[in-house]
C-alpha cells in the first residue's frame, strides 16, 4: 500500500475505534491518543517535504520541524523518557510501531516519536515495512545514548 495511503487507513481505523467505544460509551483515552497519533501521523508532511533538525537542551531531546508548506513545530523529549523508549526498541523482538513503545513505555504519543524519528536518522533503528521498524544492532539502548551525548557535545 502507498504511504498517504497507509496513512488515511491508519486514521479511518482509528476514528472507526473512536465512534464505537463512543457508541459504547467506553471511549478511553487511548482511543482519542491513537486517534490523535493517526492524525498527527497523516497530517505530517513526507520528510522530503520538510526540514527536521535535533537538538539537545536543557536535558532533553529536541525535534524542530520546518515544513516546506505550513508552521514550524517543535516537540521535546526528556532524557528520562528517550532513555526508556530506547529500552523498549532493543526489548522489542520482531520489531515496533509507535504504539508498541507508547504502551510498553507509557509516554505521551509525541516523546515517543521524537525519539524514534532521532533513532531513525542516526540509524539505530530502521525501518522494517509500512509503520514497522527494527533494532539495527542488538544494542540499541547503548547506540541511542552514544547519539544522545554526541548530539549533546555538539553544542
Not at 532493543?90 to 504502551?103: I, K, P
Request: net charge negative; with cysteine.
Amino acid at each position: 500500500m502507498l504511504p498517504y495511503l497507509q496513512k488515511l487507513h491508519d486514521v479511518l481505523n482509528a476514528a472507526e475505534a473512536a465512534l464505537a467505544a463512543r457508541e459504547a460509551e467506553m471511549l478511553t483515552s487511548d482511543e482519542w491518543d491513537a486517534l490523535a497519533h493517526a492524525v498527527a501521523a497523516a497530517t505530517e508532511p513526507p520528510p522530503a517535504e520538510r526540514d527536521e533538525t535535533f537538538t539537545v537542551e536543557d536535558g532533553a531531546l529536541v525535534r524542530r520541524v520546518v515544513p516546506r508548506k505550513g508552521q514550524p513545530y517543535e516537540h521535546r523529549c526528556p532524557q528520562e523518557a528517550f532513555e526508556a523508549i530506547a529500552a523498549a526498541a532493543e526489548e522489542a523482538a520482531g520489531g515496533f510501531v509507535l504504539d508498541d513503545l507508547r504502551r510498553a513505555t507509557k509516554l505521551p504519543w509525541t516523546q515517543v516519536a521524537v525519539a524514534v524519528a532521532f533513532l531513525k536518522e542516526r540509524g539505530c533503528v530502521v525501518p522494517a515495512g509500512g509503520r514497522k521498524h527494527a533494532a539495527a544492532s542488538t544494542c540499541v539502548y547503548e547506540d541511542a545514548m552514544t547519539e544522545y551525548h554526541a548530539l549533546h557535545e555538539e553544542k
